[in-house]
């Protein structure tokens, strides 16, 4: 039985990857590293799960030999809170929407006693900047559990996140559905047992999601017919009831 649904939040919630780009060249520009990430080179390192990991990876590939040791991990730890709080400014106060259909299914799923959780790598500085004005103030009281790159130190392939929502949520893997956008989110949804619901984003078209429940364009609005091959139909936008009936297809060909 469909228990829960269990959301990452960057590329997910909302679609918030050229916000974070433009907050990580602007961070570059004031402490002066002559860096600029353009959409390629962003596509390419948001195949790393994390903004320290990303600038990390990125210095190593650019400046090898001064990319290790205590200096450079001060420098990352300064540009990061830059970028955090430049990011911060540019989504808060509703700048940046939710994903269509988003803040509808959150609502619905708690009128219909499904409980709500977030996994993500992102920071809880993101999340709440990104969430307090479409879900208000005390918009943790929405989510029964909240795991975030402050409880997660191995981020994304990696599944402890989904680990820990499970474990903060009591529930087993078996009763809920996960929510991501990415590759490197879907495997480690998958890797926690957890059948997933992708939406990519223009940042994340091209990944692989063979491992899907289904892949959507968003979870619906008025205006689009959302097709879902699983379970061989096709509605406007994505309903608790849809969910139960994939999430039950999903468990039936898992026990098969």
């Given at each position: 039985m469909l228990e829960a649904l269990i959301f990452d939040v960057d590329g997910t919630l909302?679609?918030?990857?050229?916000?974070?780009?433009?907050?990580?060249?602007?961070a570059f520009d004031q402490v002066r590293l002559g860096w600029y990430w353009d959409e390629a080179t962003y596509l390419r390192?948001?195949?790393?799960?994390?903004?320290?990991?990303?600038?990390?990876?990125?210095?190593r590939m650019v400046e090898p030999d001064v990319a290790e040791g205590r200096a450079a991990q001060t420098v990352i730890e300064r540009v990061h809170a830059i970028k955090t709080r430049l990011y911060e400014d540019?989504?808060?106060?509703?700048?940046?929407?939710?994903?269509?259909?988003?803040l509808r299914l959150l609502r619905e799923a708690l009128n219909s006693?499904?409980?709500?959780?977030?996994?993500?790598?992102?920071?809880?500085?993101?999340?709440?900047?990104?969430?307090?004005?479409?879900?208000?103030?005390?918009?943790?009281?929405?989510?029964?559990?909240?795991?975030?790159?402050?409880?997660?130190?191995?981020?994304?392939?990696?599944?402890?996140?989904?680990q820990q929502a499970l474990t903060a949520l009591g529930l087993p893997a078996s009763a809920c559905l996960a929510f991501e956008d990415s590759a490197n989110g879907l495997r480690a949804a998958s890797a926690a047992g957890l059948p997933t619901v992708v939406t990519p984003t223009a940042y994340t078209a091209n990944h692989r999601f063979?491992?899907?429940?289904?892949?959507?364009?968003?979870?619906?609005?008025?205006?689009?017919?959302?097709?879902?091959?699983?379970?061989?139909?096709?509605?406007?936008?994505?309903?608790?009831?849809?969910?139960?009936?994939?999430?039950?297809d999903a468990t039936l060909c898992e026990s098969a």
């Open positions: 909302a679609d918030t990857e050229a916000a974070h780009r433009a907050a990580f060249n602007d390192l948001l195949q790393v799960s994390g903004g320290k990991e990303r600038i990390a990876h990125h210095w540019r989504v808060s106060g509703g700048q940046l929407a939710l994903r269509p259909g988003v006693k499904l409980r709500l959780a977030i996994a993500t790598t992102t920071t809880p500085t993101n999340i709440d900047a990104l969430l307090r004005t479409p879900l208000g103030p005390d918009w943790r009281r929405y989510f029964a559990a909240i795991g975030d790159a402050s409880t997660a130190p191995r981020k994304k392939p990696d599944p402890l996140v989904y063979d491992d899907a429940l289904c892949v959507l364009p968003h979870l619906g609005d008025a205006g689009a017919l959302l097709p879902c091959g699983t379970a061989g139909m096709a509605q406007r936008w994505v309903t608790v009831d849809a969910l139960r009936r994939w999430h039950a």
